[in-house]
């Protein structure tokens, strides 16, 4: 026998079974009860919300022949046969591949008749908001003065799509998403009938996920079940499947985030992706871990609203005291941004590592956050009595002004000094390979990806010894992306299959003022060039 999804197996059969649309039930319950049966219904709510399940209890309800307290009975012929399908008195219509004028047209000529074996004719007609133009219009007449024993149900997921004309012809219900503890306990009950050994904790985090629809959580507690089938489900296992990360991650990449440190940043991230993490639902959670911890900031009875346990609220309430709003809500902003770009873009990585360097460098932008957030950085470095330096370099004239103040001839003497060349010996083999990579080097960060041509774009290469070479970098955020071990390897795997040249690379980071340029000679073209012998020692 063929496998049964499980939201498919747990579909309610009843109004009493239908979680989280109290509201609804009861409503719908009351009619069947008093005998005030509309003639058309409209259901409108997020996906998964119950919309459909509740349409069919309906349409077996109001056929049912001992129906108990509004309830279908479930046993006799006019339920089992709307059950199982085969009942010609319930019609279910996609309007997604059923939206023209003809289709409405057949509906129009099948309700002259009446049922033969049943009190009501239903049309369950889902994704209404499909039907053309033509069909909405179509439907108006019958719609407003349908026979007495025709009943239609109308589902929809964009109830702003459905004409007004429509939408004041029925009867309006709207299905609320539904709270996480009223997913955990059906999970829970499901989990229980069927056999399944999980942890409380994953089952909230599933439920969260599920994000208010019960039958999203439901197919990615089937996925996590399947994943470990006949093992116990455990909270990180779901994260294991569910490609997501625990809140101590999050914690711990928002303090090196907050921190500034932009290398550490990227080799978190680089963990992440090496670990099979999908970079787009990183960036989801962590927007929501900000939201929490944005709520943590506004009040002491936040808590109500974050859906953690306690040793994670009390780990948020700490990051939340190393940061303003501001800040908070800078990096919310901007994370959003990149979340919406990454969905249509081949590089998602390359997106977040530029807003994660945004946000871990503000002076990179001159929007009034990230100007405030500068501000706030400098009055928390006065309050705990660190000096705050210009940056180096100082801009445009420094050199002119330097070479103007006490001293300032003698500092640029010093750095040219600094920067004289300096002639060094190779083996010819290796003076060789270094050139042809010097002279291809473009070439090779071109086709190595987009953000190598940026990155790598100023480097100097030096030899190191042997089949090794030295990446010289002088700025500090072009040394944190280019010296992640990725990078390298494609670099390195690019020269081998391209030039046939095996060789090992490092990334080394150098003041450029403390940088000597180097001239590379093979011990023959020395000679020639001081016309004396060299003995190398």
């Known amino acids: ?236 296992r779901v994260l294991d499947v569910l490609g997501a990360v625990d809140n101590e991650v999050y914690s711990r990449f928002f303090r090196t985030l907050s921190g500034g440190n932009v290398g550490q940043c990227l080799r978190e991230l680089e963990e992440l992706v090496l670990s099979g993490r999908d970079l787009t639902q990183f960036v989801s959670d962590f927007i929501w871990y900000l939201r929490g911890m944005l709520l943590v900031q506004t009040g002491e009875d936040s808590g109500d609203f974050l859906d953690m346990s306690q040793e994670d609220l009390d780990r948020l309430s700490e990051d939340s005291r190393l940061v303003s709003q501001d800040t908070v809500m800078r990096y919310i902003r901007v994370l959003s941004e990149t979340m919406n770009q990454m969905r249509y873009s081949a590089s998602k990585r390359v997106l977040l590592e530029i807003s994660l360097i945004r946000l871990a460098k503000p002076a990179m932008e001159t929007s009034l956050d990230s100007v405030l957030q500068r501000l706030e950085e400098v009055e928390r470095q006065l309050a705990s009595g660190v000096l705050v330096q210009a940056p180096a370099g100082g801009g445009q004239g420094t050199g002119a002004a330097a070479a103007g103040m006490p001293g300032g001839a003698e500092l640029m003497e010093g750095n040219a000094r600094k920067a004289q060349e300096e002639t060094v010996v190779l083996p010819p083999a290796q003076l060789e390979q270094l050139r042809l990579l010097s002279k291809e080097w473009k070439q090779i960060i071109a086709a190595v990806g987009r953000s190598a041509k940026t990155i790598l774009a100023d480097v100097k290469l030096e030899p190191r010894g042997e089949g090794q070479l030295a990446l010289i970098f002088h700025d500090k955020s072009h040394y944190d992306m280019g010296s992640r071990e990725s990078l390298l390897k494609d670099l390195k795997d690019y020269i081998a299959s391209a030039y046939q040249v095996d060789v090992n690379l490092t990334a080394v980071l150098v003041a450029e003022e403390e940088y000597t340029h180097k001239n590379y000679v093979t011990e023959e073209e020395l000679k020639q060039k001081f016309n004396v012998d060299i003995i190398m020692e």
């Not at 026998?1 to 498919?8: D, E, K, Q, V």
């Open 1 to 236: 026998m063929s496998y049964t999804a499980l939201y498919r197996k747990w579909r309610p059969a009843t109004f009493d079974e239908v979680k989280g649309q109290d509201h609804i039930v009861t409503t719908l319950k009351n009619q069947i009860n008093g005998g005030r049966i509309g003639h058309a219904y409209l259901f409108c709510g997020t996906r998964g919300t119950g919309k459909t399940s509740v349409a069919k209890i309906f349409a077996k309800a109001v056929n049912c022949e001992h129906p108990v307290d509004g309830n279908p009975c479930g046993k006799c012929a006019s339920c089992q046969a709307i059950a199982s399908g085969a009942s010609m008195n319930v019609v279910e219509i996609d309007a997604a591949s059923n939206n023209g004028v003809d289709n409405i047209r057949q509906i129009r000529d099948e309700v002259e008749y009446s049922p033969a074996d049943a009190k009501y004719r239903v049309y369950i007609i889902d994704e209404v908001h499909m039907l053309s133009t033509g069909a909405f219009n179509a439907l108006l007449k019958t719609l407003e003065e349908p026979p007495s024993y025709v009943i239609f149900i109308l589902a929809t997921t964009e109830v702003h799509r459905i004409p007004i004309t429509v939408l004041s012809r029925c009867q309006r219900y709207d299905f609320r998403r539904i709270d996480g503890d009223t997913i955990t306990a059906r999970l829970a009950q499901m989990a229980k009938a069927e056999g399944i050994d999980a942890e409380d904790k994953a089952l909230r985090y599933v439920a969260k996920k599920g994000d208010g629809s019960l039958r999203d959580s439901i197919s990615l507690f089937d996925q996590c079940v399947a994943f470990y089938y006949g093992q116990k489900l455990t909270y990180e």
